[in-house]
């Protein structure tokens, strides 16, 4: 058996044989390195390379030469480095196998300082691991920061895996006691579905090798803050001689990690400004998303090589359109004109559609610098002040922009129609021709209201919707999502500040070229399936059951009535419901976020929001590789395979590959894009606070927390925040059990999905939101809480558990842990007096997720106190505010009273001591933290009291911090308030200890105590 391997094996090494190339068609002579790869590959997959070998027991295995054995050693390391092979005890390597349960994927560090693993989505063995493990494709696992081995945000990792404890016993695999500040997050997928914990075991490729910041010295040292927060400091050496000053923008090379808490270490690259220069913040997001600025200059010489003529050889080989009307419809501001469209009417009421696309192929030939470059690049970057092409301008915005009354090459697409729009016929092929005209779709929409009788492109505009409109009504009535909102587009001055956001309407000006450029795609994707040669799809899979029920639970608060929305036809009648309503382009974002993010694909799985069975991308060639990859297709089509004239095109393992590095590429420009939205977004809210008389903007509440709501304006989907202090209201609180804030005099109510109005007041870099400050509440005088009409109070606590638990708008906690939201229920006792604790989950902010540690003590920024069993003993009851707008705080694992302020002992019938805890919402700007053991120091105490054993109760209270800081007491002391209340006497003479906060300062967060649902009346009751 061995020996027959082996031949095999040298067999493979000697032969030369026909394997596909990423970029050829039918295939081209393997070179050696890659015959190496897949010897190796295949002896350590053999049961003789099960258990592992040595490099040296592979080069004998394979009867390498000592020459040959430098190019082992690099393959071997290539092997390594990504992952695929493991060196094991006695550095054995091995093929990674779902056995050993190890991931790849990237690391995403959450501003407490853990991190969130995300798997490879296509990778093989990740999918063999998590059949295995029976969780879900895109399953997230949790990392400790003790386990995070020096890997920083976006770093690609390997990192092992296991079944947390957690779902059985309460305790993590890996949340050991060095694991303090571990924070459990819920899964992605179903409840009941179990969830990983992971260490990293390997960094396989660092993201962050050059980090834009702003440049700190002092005296000799200097060091870097990144743009982004979620990285360490940079120090660095600079001289006299340094071109860059204290205060700069700079970019950074990182010439050491972190090890074992060690700093990073790095080296000045470019100095990109002062803070305030024109473009500087949106070089800084640039380099931080390593998104390329210059073209190599091989890529410019290709470029400039090129004729600016169309040579008459080239234009006898095609088709010539130039005497059929044909026109582009663009935005107003658009370089690059990628896509023209002509219609022509049929007999009986039929239609010819013409789809030509700019013919970058023609210029951009496979293995060229060309081709690498936009391979590489993926696709255009639109930032909000640049475009950063996949293509230099020559060709982009020159050769193969389609501009009016200039000859262009195409690749084109005519689909001819019924009367009823449906589609009869299709046929694809290459053309030249000469566009008529060139509409923004402001004209053209202009035109579309108001035809001009004779005039051919108005004409051709009223055929064109009289088909685009026929085309989207049977995509819809088929099933589609109809996902149109307006567009807001920042506008920015000369000196790159914005200046006002404009709305960009989405109207039949921009459905018509949506429809046509909708129905090319598809028609090219049914054409390369039945070809059966490998080829590229758009894709877009199922989304998850649970995140559509949270958008059930959010279209509910807003008075949307659904059922389940996995079904279509009900997810297409809550779109539908949301038409019309001021908060649809909010309710719209929330859907988008429900549903997974199409990707490429080499096998066409179908497209779940637009509802095709095909779909690919062909209409975009200039700013998209895949359509490039799409178009070399379709001309292999029309030539017999292999012979003269065809265009070399991956096999189905480089298609693979390259779908998976667009796919990439896309979603780190699409993160960049938005970013440098956000940023201007935020420089002009920032504008506006600062104004004297700031203008008020509609909002919808999007979450409510403890600390105050989540909103986002209905005119330009803004985030915002606005904390309780901002609210304007006496004495307000949560009620988590309806998810609703609430003030008690006068009685008013807000929770998610009502309308406010709102003015900026500042901003919130580091979380990218808009603080604002609440104006009024048109809520109020709607259906929650008309004017002069007391808001519903919250019902009262029961021992037989909360009413609400299963209210739509909960986050189901996992099965055996610990309370972990950012609110926790008190403790409720059972029939045998026992304290049974409730678990809650409140939405996490949108930058991070607020999340408490496993199996610590209480660890919320306020506690609620403890109440007593019929054991009389004492049961702590937990509960969390939010955290401060900085940072996090959370209590140590293990640990005893850790709040800001802690009150007194009590006795139990036993006579013994028993502790409660309590913590204050902290102040705005720090949160002071007292010692174990520490005497208390609070500035109020009241008396203890009485019962009828002679036994002293002590009241439990909450005073107000001051305004600048949190005093707080030591665990154990004794009564520590600075002013004391009377006691009260039930019926049966014992005295009752009052909970009661008073109110907060104006600079604090004001809440309300856990229990306030035990109201004065029954309070009055026990008396």
């Known amino acids: 058996m061995y020996q027959r391997i082996t031949s095999r094996i040298k067999q493979k090494m000697t032969t030369t044989r026909k394997i596909p190339d990423r970029d050829a068609g039918e295939g081209y002579t393997m070179n050696q390195k890659e015959s190496t790869e897949e010897a190796v590959l295949t002896l350590l997959r053999s049961p003789r390379g099960a258990s592992g070998l040595t490099k040296n027991e592979i080069a004998r295995t394979l009867s390498i030469s000592v020459e040959e054995r430098s190019e082992l050693r690099s393959t071997l390391k290539s092997l390594t480095d990504s992952g695929t092979l493991i060196e094991g005890d006695g550095r054995r390597l091995r093929v990674r196998d779902a056995s050993q349960r190890l991931l790849t994927g990237s690391i995403f560090i959450r501003p407490g300082g853990e991190g969130s693993f995300r798997p490879e989505r296509w990778d093989t063995e990740n999918a063999a691991v998590l059949s295995s493990l029976g969780v879900s494709s895109d399953a997230r696992i949790s990392i400790p920061v003790t386990h995070l081995a020096g890997a920083l945000n976006g770093d690609v990792v390997q990192v092992k895996v296991s079944l947390s404890s957690d779902n059985a016993s309460g305790r993590s695999t890996w949340n050991n006691r060095g694991s303090r500040n571990r924070r459990d997050s819920k899964p992605s997928g179903p409840a009941d579905e179990p969830w990983l914990d992971g260490r990293i075991v390997k960094i396989l490729e660092r993201r962050n090798e050059r980090i834009p910041g702003t440049l700190f010295i002092r005296d000799r040292h200097a060091w870097v803050i990144p743009d982004d927060p979620l990285l360490p400091n940079v120090d660095l050496q600079v001289s006299s001689t340094t071109e860059a000053k204290a205060g700069d923008k700079v970019v950074v090379g990182v010439d050491e990690w972190p090890v074992r808490g060690s700093r990073l270490k790095g080296h000045l690259i470019q100095r990109l400004g002062r803070p305030g220069e024109k473009g500087v913040d949106i070089l800084g997001i640039i380099h931080k998303f390593r998104l390329p600025l210059e073209f190599p200059d091989a890529v410019l010489r290709e470029a400039a090589a090129f004729p600016d003529e169309i040579p008459e050889s080239e234009i006898a080989r095609r088709e010539d359109c130039r005497q059929q009307h044909i026109i582009t419809i663009d935005p107003f501001d658009a370089r690059d004109f990628d896509d023209a469209i002509g219609v022509k009417a049929l007999p009986k009421g039929g239609y010819e559609l013409s789809v030509h696309i700019a013919d970058v192929a023609h210029y951009v030939v496979p293995g060229s610098a060309l081709d690498k470059e936009a391979r590489e690049r993926g696709n255009s970057t639109y930032l909000v002040d640049r475009v950063i092409p996949m293509l230099p301008e020559r060709l982009s915005n020159g050769l193969c922009s389609l501009r009016p009354h200039e000859d262009k090459l195409t690749r084109f697409a005519v689909l001819t129609y019924d009367a009823k729009g449906r589609r009869t016929g299709q046929r694809f092929g290459s053309g030249v021709i000469r566009s008529s005209r060139r509409y923004s779709y402001e004209e053209a929409m202009n035109s579309l209201k108001n035809p001009v009788p004779g005039d051919p492109d108005s004409e051709l505009l009223q055929r064109a919707w009289s088909l685009a409109s026929k085309l989207r009504a049977r995509r819809f009535d088929n099933g589609a999502l109809d996902m149109d909102f307006p567009e807001i587009k920042i506008i920015l001055d000369e000196h790159g ?428 700007t720090s949160e002071k933290q007292a010692a174990h053991g520490e005497p208390k120091a609070s500035e109020e105490r009241r008396p203890s009291r009485r019962g009828r054993s002679g036994r002293r109760q002590d009241p439990q209270e909450q005073n107000p911090t001051s305004d600048t800081s949190e005093k707080q007491a030591a665990h154990g002391e004794s009564q520590t308030s600075g002013e004391r209340r009377p006691s009260r006497r039930g019926r049966s003479g014992r005295r009752q200890g009052s909970q009661e906060q008073n109110p907060p300062s104006d600079t604090s967060e004001k809440q309300a105590p856990g229990n306030r649902a035990t109201s004065k009346k029954k309070r009055d009751r026990k008396e």
């Open 497 to 924: 500040v914005p200046v006002r956001l404009a709305t960009v309407v989405y109207d039949e000006s921009h459905q018509l070229i949506e429809e046509f450029m909708l129905a090319a795609n598809a028609a090219v994707a049914e054409a390369l399936l039945q070809s059966g040669r490998p080829a590229i799809y758009r894709i877009h899979e199922d989304p998850d059951p649970s995140k559509l029920d949270d958008l059930r639970q959010l279209l509910g608060a807003a008075g949307i009535r659904t059922g389940d929305l996995s079904v279509r036809a009900e997810l297409q009648r809550a779109v539908a419901a949301m038409a019309g309503r001021a908060e649809e382009p909010v309710l719209k974002i929330s859907l988008l976020k429900s549903l997974k993010r199409a990707v490429y694909h080499p096998d066409s799985l179908g497209h779940y929001g637009l509802n095709f069975e095909h779909y690919t991308h062909f209409t975009s060639p200039i700013r998209r590789y895949a359509d490039l990859i799409v178009h070399r297709l379709l001309w292999n089509l029309s030539h017999s395979r292999g012979g003269a004239g065809t265009m070399r095109t991956p096999d189905y393992a480089h298609m693979k590959e390259t779908a998976e590095h667009i796919s990439t590429t896309e979603r780190v420009s699409a993160d960049a894009e938005m970013e440098s939205r956000r940023l201007k977004e935020l420089e002009y809210f920032e504008k506006l606070a600062s104004s004297p008389d700031p203008e008020p903007w509609p909002c919808l509440i999007s979450r409510v927390l403890p600390f105050g709501l989540f909103v986002e304006t209905t005119a330009s989907q803004t985030r915002g925040a606005i904390r309780l202090g901002d609210l304007g209201w006496p004495d307000p609180y949560f009620d988590g059990s309806a998810q609703t804030l609430r003030n008690r005099r006068p009685p008013m109510e807000l929770k998610a999905g009502d309308r406010v109005n709102a003015v900026p007041v500042g901003i919130d870099r580091e979380r990218g939101t808009v603080n604002f400050r609440l104006l009024d509440s048109p809520s109020l005088s709607g259906s929650s809480s008309p004017p002069g009409k007391q808001a519903k109070k919250p019902a009262p606590e029961s021992n037989e558990g909360p009413k609400g638990r299963n209210s739509p708008s909960k986050k189901q906690a996992f099965h055996g842990e610990s309370q972990t939201s950012e609110e926790r229920r008190p403790s409720r006792r059972d029939r045998n007096g026992r304290r049974q604790g409730s678990q809650e989950q409140n939405p996490p902010s949108d930058t991070s997720e607020r999340q408490a540690s496993h199996g610590e003590s209480q660890t919320s920024e306020e506690r609620r106190p403890s109440r007593r069993g019929r054991s009389g003993r004492r049961q702590g009851s937990q509960e969390q505010n939010p955290p401060s707008d900085t940072s996090e705080k959370q209590a140590s694992h293990g640990e005893s009273q850790t709040s800001e302020e802690r009150r007194p002992s009590r006795r139990g019938r036993n006579g013994r001591r028993q502790r409660s805890q309590e913590q204050n919402p902290p102040s705005d």
